[in-house]
């Protein structure tokens, strides 16, 4: 297997907080990946690593089996799309596109056609005469990422770039920039702390906690066989549950399932209806147990203060904090 770029056991720290930690990671030739993690998580961190503008205290950073550790920025021919779209505000939309075009040397002519050809693609060719100070959130977005894609980079980093789009138009980018991904066959690493994101977007989901990547996967696979008790806490619309309780004859002090791995009936484990919410699949029912919030997924809607059984149809079972079995279908 030939890998677009390896990370390898990279390290960072600022002051004495450790914000990479020996961080490992692998993506394949036209992959999407995206990296999913909470605020503060080390996202922007990372690209700005892999990009070149951060040093590294540690690790190595292989592009098509070329070691880029110690190149410059602009030896990587790696585009990043910043979370802030960084466009400069005193260019038209044309200028700012050419930009990256006219650093390397480009000709006049080159760069015309390139900047047409990338506007039209990304359907801003109206717009290349505009300052960008006028343009709206979904306008500057396409500039940005104009600007990664005219050049023809390696690699393209994207920095949580819909993150400032308000929820209509930030969909309709999203099902626009898989296509495009998919028509160019770009290798996208893409961060962001958004699940719906990663659940749209990403081939493999990459999962950042405590600085390193703790599981990786599709997005299906981290939702259904989530390999410690933290991704299945943080993936999921609703987290899963987690139990003290342990399964005679079985390993483990933990056990987890998803709201819907349940079964209502007339035995098993009983508890009171706190709140009763109607979903496109049913009824959820938050309840707690032993201090802990428990959310269920059942058929029936229930009265709150009402009390119900549920039995577990499937469940995982953790010890140490890592799953250790699956059980049940
Ligand atoms: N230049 C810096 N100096 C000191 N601390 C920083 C710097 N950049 C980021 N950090 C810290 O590193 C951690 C990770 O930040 P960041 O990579 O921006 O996270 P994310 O993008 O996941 O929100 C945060 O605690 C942040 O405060
Ligand atoms: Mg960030």
Same mark, same amino acid.
């Given at each position: 297997?030939?890998?677009?770029?390896?990370?390898?056991?990279? !390290?960072?720290?600022?002051?004495?907080?450790?914000?990479?930690?020996?961080?490992?990671?692998? &993506?394949?030739?036209?992959?999407?990946?995206?990296?999913?993690? =909470?605020?503060?998580?080390?996202?922007?961190?990372?690209?700005?690593?892999? @990009?070149?503008?951060?040093?590294?205290?540690?690790?190595?950073?292989?592009?098509?089996?070329?070691?880029?550790?110690?190149? =410059?920025?602009?030896?990587?021919?790696?585009?990043?799309?910043?979370?802030? #779209?960084?466009? #400069? %505000?005193?260019?038209? &939309?044309?200028?700012?596109?050419?930009? %990256?075009?006219? *650093?390397?040397?480009?000709?006049?002519? @080159?760069?015309?056609?390139?900047?047409? /050809?990338?506007?039209?693609?990304?359907?801003?060719?109206?717009?290349?005469?505009?300052?960008?100070?006028?343009?709206?959130?979904?306008?500057?977005?396409?500039?940005?990422?104009?600007?990664?894609?005219?050049?023809? %980079?390696?690699?393209?980093?994207?920095?949580? =770039?819909?993150?400032?789009?308000?929820?209509?138009?930030?969909?309709?980018?999203?099902? /626009?920039?898989?296509?495009?991904?998919? /028509?160019?066959?770009?290798?996208?690493?893409?961060?962001?702390?958004?699940?719906? !994101?990663?659940?749209?977007?990403?081939?493999?989901?990459?999962?950042?906690?405590?600085?390193?990547?703790?599981?990786?996967?599709?997005?299906?696979?981290?939702?259904?066989?989530?390999?410690?008790?933290? &991704?299945?806490?943080?993936?999921? /619309? #609703?987290? *899963?549950?987690?139990?003290?309780?342990?399964?005679?004859?079985?390993?483990?002090?933990?056990?987890?399932?998803? %709201?819907?791995?349940?079964?209502?009936?007339?035995?098993?484990?009983?508890?009171? &209806?706190?709140?009763?919410?109607?979903?496109?699949?049913?009824?959820?029912?938050?309840?707690?147990?032993?201090?802990?919030?428990?959310?269920?997924?059942?058929?029936?809607?229930?009265?709150?203060?009402?009390? *119900?059984?549920?039995?577990?149809?499937? #469940?995982?079972?953790?010890?140490?904090?890592?799953?250790?079995?699956?059980?049940?279908?």
């Amino acid at each position: 297997m030939t890998y677009k770029l390896q990370l390898q056991e990279l !390290e960072k720290k600022f002051g004495s907080k450790s914000v990479l930690n020996r961080l490992s990671l692998d &993506v394949e030739e036209g992959e999407f990946m995206v990296v999913l993690g =909470p605020s503060g998580m080390g996202k922007s961190t990372l690209l700005r690593t892999v @990009v070149g503008i951060e040093p590294l205290d540690g690790g190595k950073i292989v592009v098509d089996g070329e070691d880029v550790t110690r190149l =410059p920025p602009h030896k990587r021919n790696i585009a990043m799309v910043f979370q802030n #779209y960084a466009l #400069y %505000p005193n260019m038209n &939309v044309y200028k700012n596109i050419a930009f %990256p075009l006219k *650093m390397i040397g480009e000709s006049r002519d @080159v760069i015309d056609k390139k900047v047409n /050809e990338i506007a039209g693609t990304l359907k801003i060719a109206d717009a290349l005469h505009q300052n960008v100070t006028t343009l709206s959130g979904g306008q500057k977005q396409r500039v940005a990422l104009a600007r990664a894609l005219v050049r023809n %980079p390696k690699l393209f980093l994207l920095d949580e =770039p819909l993150s400032n789009l308000d929820a209509r138009v930030r969909y309709d980018a999203r099902q /626009e920039l898989r296509k495009l991904q998919q /028509e160019l066959g770009h290798t996208f690493i893409y961060v962001t702390h958004d699940q719906t !994101e990663a659940q749209s977007l990403a081939d493999r989901v990459a999962v950042l906690h405590n600085g390193s990547v703790e599981q990786i996967g599709p997005y299906d696979d981290l939702y259904e066989r989530p390999e410690t008790t933290w &991704v299945g806490s943080f993936i999921g /619309e #609703y987290p *899963m549950n987690i139990i003290d309780g342990s399964v005679i004859g079985r390993e483990g002090s933990q056990i987890g399932f998803r %709201p819907s791995w349940v079964n209502e009936g007339n035995d098993g484990i009983q508890l009171t &209806v706190q709140l009763c919410q109607a979903a496109e699949s049913g009824f959820f029912i938050m309840s707690t147990m032993d201090g802990k919030s428990i959310t269920i997924r059942v058929q029936k809607r229930h009265k709150i203060g009402s009390t *119900m059984k549920f039995s577990l149809r499937r #469940y995982n079972v953790y010890t140490d904090n890592r799953l250790v079995e699956e059980f049940g279908k």
